[in-house]
C-alpha cells in the first residue's frame, strides 16, 4: 500500500503495463495494443484470402438483406418525411419552393469549409508477392522507416501462371489493404465479427470465423507489436468485449487467446465498465455506438442510408456503386459519411468528390452535390429509416450452451447413456450426438429489436427503479465508439432522450458528459486502466488451466447478474 501512495500514474501504467496486451475486438475494427499506450492500434477486422474455387464470392457475408420490399421501403420513406419534420427540411418527394436552382446544381447550403478538402482515392492493393530480386532493396527501404505499405500481407508458396511471367499471390491479406482488393481478384474477404456476434452462417461455418479471429490477431501481435510466439508466455490478455456477445461466444475467444495465442493468463471485461473507468467515471449510462451495433442499431446501416438518399435526391454519379460486392465502396461511403454528415436543423448541403471503381482500372473522381447530410445520422433516433438493410440472426443451435456460467444447471441431474465413460464428455461442446439424451437448455439470445436510441437510453434508465439513481444516470450519459464522434449528436441526444422520458417522470434534465478521451478507443483504455489496477488478479485465468480443465465449478462465487456474461463473468476459480 505504500508503493500506491508514492508512485505516479505514468509509472504505474510503465511498469504493470509493459506486459499487459488488450484486445478490444469489434465489427469493423480491432483495437489492440500494450496497456502502457496512450492508443492503441486501430485495424480493420478483415481478413482475405486467396481462393480458386468457383464460383468465387468476394465477400464471405451474404446474409445482409439488400432487398428491400414494398413495405419496407413504405416505412422508410415514412420515417424520412419524419425526420424532416424535425430538421424542417422538404420532405422526400418535395421540391424546394422558390428555388430557381435545378435540384443537381442547387446551392451549398450547409456547406462546412472544414470538409473542403479533396480526398484521395483509395488504390487498389497489390495482391502479388515481391519479385525476390528485389527484396534486398524493399529491406534496405524498410530500415529507414520509409516502407509503410499494406497493413498487412503475408505470403503464400503457391505460384500461379499469368502469362509468360510467374506471378505469386500472397495467401492472405489483412486490414484495410483486404478491403482494397479488386473484384476481379481470386480473393474472398471475410470478416469474423459482424453486429455484435461472431458472423457464424451456412456460408461461414464457425471453424472458419475462429481460424480467421486466431489468423487476424496471430499477425497483429507478430508484425505490429512485435511480439513472437515464443515470448508471449511472459504476457497476460485482457479481453474487452461488446455486451453482444454470449458467454460461448466469448469461451472461444477465450480458447484463442490462450491455447492459440498462448498467453500466459486473461480476463474478461464488458466494454459498457470498461469505459466508464475509461473515461474516470463512477456512475455513467454508457451508449456504445460501434460499426454495426448501437444497443439494438446496426449502424454501418447509416452509410448505406446515406447512398440510397442521394440516390433519391438524383445526385450521385452514374457510377456502379456496390458495397455489397466491393468492399473498397463501402470505405469510400464510410469516408463521405464521417466528413460530411452531422446533425443540425435546415438543409444541409456540400460539394464532394466521389470516386468510382470499376475492376482493376484507375479511381475515377466525380465533383457531386450531396445532399441531405443531416437525414442518415438521425437513423440512430428513427430505426426504421435503416430497415431494409436488416440481419437475420445466427442459427438458434448457436445459443445452446451446455456449459452455461450464469445459470444455474451445474448442479442438475442430467441422464447419462450407462454405455458412455465419463471420458465421452469433454469440457468444450463441440460433439452435438453425445447429448442426444440431455435436455435442452437453450440460452436466451438477446432481444434485439429495432427501437431508437432515445428510446433505448431511456428505458434501460428507467428499469433502474430508484429515482435518485435515475436523475444521476440522466445526467451522466456517456457516447463511446466511432460514430459518437459524429457532429451535431451530443445536442440531439439530450432532446430527444428528454422528449422520450414520460411526463409522469419526476425528471427535467437530461446531460451527456463530455468525453475525456477519443470515444473511438474509451472503452481499449479502460480494459487497460482495469488490468493495470487489478492487483490480486483473483479472476484472471490461466493457459494451463483452461486447456486442462476449462470450466469449474465455483464454491459461491458464480456470477448471476444476468443470463449474460457481466464484467469479470468469465472468472475462472481453480478446482
Not at 490478455?237 to 455486451?243: K, N
Not at 482493376?360 to 473522381?365: Q, T, V
Not at 451446455?402 to 447419462?416: A, G, I
Request: hydrophobic share 35%.
Amino acid at each position: 500500500m505504500d508503493y500506491l501512495k508514492t508512485v505516479v500514474p505514468s509509472q504505474l501504467l510503465s511498469e504493470r503495463g509493459s506486459n499487459l496486451v488488450v484486445i478490444n475486438p469489434g465489427s469493423a475494427n480491432i483495437r489492440i495494443g500494450l496497456a502502457s499506450q496512450d492508443t492503441p492500434l486501430n485495424i480493420a477486422h478483415c481478413i482475405a484470402r486467396h481462393t480458386t474455387q468457383v464460383p468465387r464470392r468476394n465477400v464471405q457475408d451474404q446474409l445482409l438483406n439488400s432487398q428491400v420490399s414494398t413495405a419496407q421501403y413504405m416505412e422508410r420513406e415514412k420515417a424520412y418525411d419524419t425526420i424532416a419534420s424535425f430538421l424542417k427540411i422538404p420532405f422526400l418527394d418535395e421540391e424546394v419552393a422558390n428555388n430557381s436552382y435545378p435540384r443537381k446544381m442547387g446551392r451549398v447550403d450547409g456547406y462546412n469549409p472544414q470538409n473542403s478538402r479533396k480526398e484521395p482515392a483509395f488504390d487498389w492493393t497489390d495482391v502479388y508477392e515481391k519479385d525476390p530480386s528485389s527484396s534486398s532493396s524493399l529491406e534496405s527501404s524498410e530500415n529507414k522507416g520509409t516502407a509503410s505499405e499494406a497493413l498487412g500481407q503475408l505470403e503464400d508458396e503457391n505460384t500461379e501462371e499469368l502469362g509468360s511471367s510467374k506471378h505469386k499471390y500472397k495467401k492472405v491479406i489483412f486490414g484495410e489493404e483486404a478491403q482494397k482488393i479488386s473484384p476481379m481478384a481470386p480473393y474472398t474477404l471475410r470478416r469474423p465479427i459482424r453486429r455484435g456476434h461472431l458472423n457464424i452462417s451456412q456460408h461461414y461455418p464457425m471453424q472458419q470465423v475462429l481460424e480467421d479471429v486466431h489468423a487476424i490477431w496471430d499477425f497483429i501481435l507478430t508484425e505490429k507489436l512485435h511480439i513472437p510466439l515464443r515470448e508471449r508466455n511472459m504476457y497476460a490478455a485482457m479481453l474487452v468485449v461488446p455486451e453482444t456477445f454470449d458467454s460461448r461466444e466469448i469461451k472461444e475467444l477465450l480458447s484463442i487467446v490462450l491455447r492459440d495465442l498462448r498467453f500466459s493468463s486473461a480476463v474478461v471485461h464488458q466494454e459498457g465498465l470498461a469505459a466508464a473507468f475509461g473515461n474516470g467515471l463512477s456512475t455513467a449510462c454508457v451508449v456504445k455506438m460501434g460499426a454495426q451495433v448501437t444497443s439494438v442499431i446496426c449502424v454501418e446501416d447509416i452509410s448505406r442510408c446515406f447512398l440510397w438518399t442521394q440516390r433519391h435526391h438524383q445526385t450521385w454519379p452514374q457510377i456502379r456503386t456496390d458495397m455489397f460486392a466491393k468492399p473498397i465502396d463501402l470505405l469510400m461511403l464510410n469516408r463521405l459519411k464521417e466528413s460530411y454528415c452531422e446533425i443540425k436543423e435546415g438543409e444541409l448541403d456540400a460539394v464532394g468528390i466521389v470516386h468510382s471503381y470499376e475492376d482493376d482500372l484507375p479511381a475515377g473522381s466525380h465533383k457531386t452535390r450531396l445532399t441531405a447530410l443531416n437525414v442518415p445520422p438521425m437513423g440512430l433516433f428513427f430505426p426504421m429509416l435503416l430497415v431494409p438493410d436488416a440481419y437475420p440472426p445466427p442459427p438458434s443451435v448457436w445459443f445452446r450452451d451446455y456449459e452455461d456460467m450464469l445459470e444455474d444447471t451445474w448442479h442438475m441431474e442430467f441422464p447419462r447413456r450407462p454405455e458412455m465413460p465419463d471420458g465421452m464428455y469433454p469440457s468444450m461442446n463441440v460433439g452435438y450426438p453425445m447429448w442426444d439424451n440431455y435436455p435442452v437448455f437453450a440460452a436466451k439470445p438477446k432481444k434485439e429489436e429495432k427501437v431508437g436510441l432515445a428510446e433505448a437510453i431511456t428505458s434501460s434508465i428507467l428499469s433502474t427503479g430508484r429515482i435518485d439513481l435515475q436523475r444521476k444516470l440522466f445526467c451522466s450519459i456517456q457516447l463511446v465508439g466511432g460514430v459518437a464522434l459524429t457532429r451535431g449528436l451530443v445536442p440531439a441526444v439530450e432532446e430527444r432522450v428528454l422528449h422520450t422520458i414520460p411526463s409522469n417522470e419526476a425528471i427535467d434534465t437530461v446531460e451527456v458528459l463530455q468525453p475525456r478521451a477519443n470515444p473511438t478507443f474509451v472503452s481499449w483504455k479502460g480494459g487497460a486502466i482495469l488490468g493495470i489496477l487489478d492487483f490480486g488478479r483473483d479472476a484472471w485465468i490461466h493457459r494451463d488451466d483452461w486447456i486442462r480443465n476449462g470450466i469449474h465449478i465455483g464454491s459461491g462465487r458464480k456470477y448471476k447478474d444476468s443470463y449474460f456474461l457481466q464484467a469479470q463473468a468469465m472468472c475462472y476459480i481453480n478446482s
